[in-house]
């Protein structure tokens, strides 16, 4: 059974820092281009961060660009979303998924997504 698990929301204060994890397990994500999105209370999910699975170019939504970086351990079969300077705004369910088009990724349209973890930042 192919699963992607988020771990590592919270609660933290403005200015703050955390760092998601992504656990994927069922199958290789080699091929695959990884990506983190996030869901704000009455708001449509949006895309946070992309990258292959296997290396290269990354993508960043706009407002997350410089303070948030998405990385991965080979060894460990997770993907991370670090995430410094929150912003309030940056509160949300953060979703991780997969899909092996960077073009669909960005559009949402994945294969495979995650449960979500829960990310609020105090003002």
């Known amino acids: 059974q192919v699963q992607l698990v988020e771990s590592g929301g919270g609660l933290v204060q403005a200015g703050g820092s955390l760092r998601l994890s992504c656990a994927a397990s069922?199958?290789?994500?080699?091929?695959?281009?990884m990506g983190w999105f996030r869901q704000a209370p009455g708001k449509g999910r949006e895309f946070v961060a992309a990258r292959r699975w296997s290396g290269g170019s990354t993508n960043y939504a706009d407002s997350v660009k410089g303070r948030f970086t998405i990385s991965r351990d080979n060894a460990k079969n997770t993907v991370y979303l670090q995430m410094n300077s929150l912003k309030p705004e940056d509160t949300a369910v953060y979703y991780c998924?997969?899909?092996?088009?960077?073009?669909?990724?960005?559009?949402?349209?994945?294969?495979?997504w995650g449960q979500g973890t829960q990310v609020t930042v105090s003002s």
């Open positions: 998924a997969a899909a092996l088009l960077r073009e669909r990724l960005l559009d949402g349209d994945c294969d495979y």
């Open positions: 069922g199958r290789t994500f080699i091929r695959h281009v």
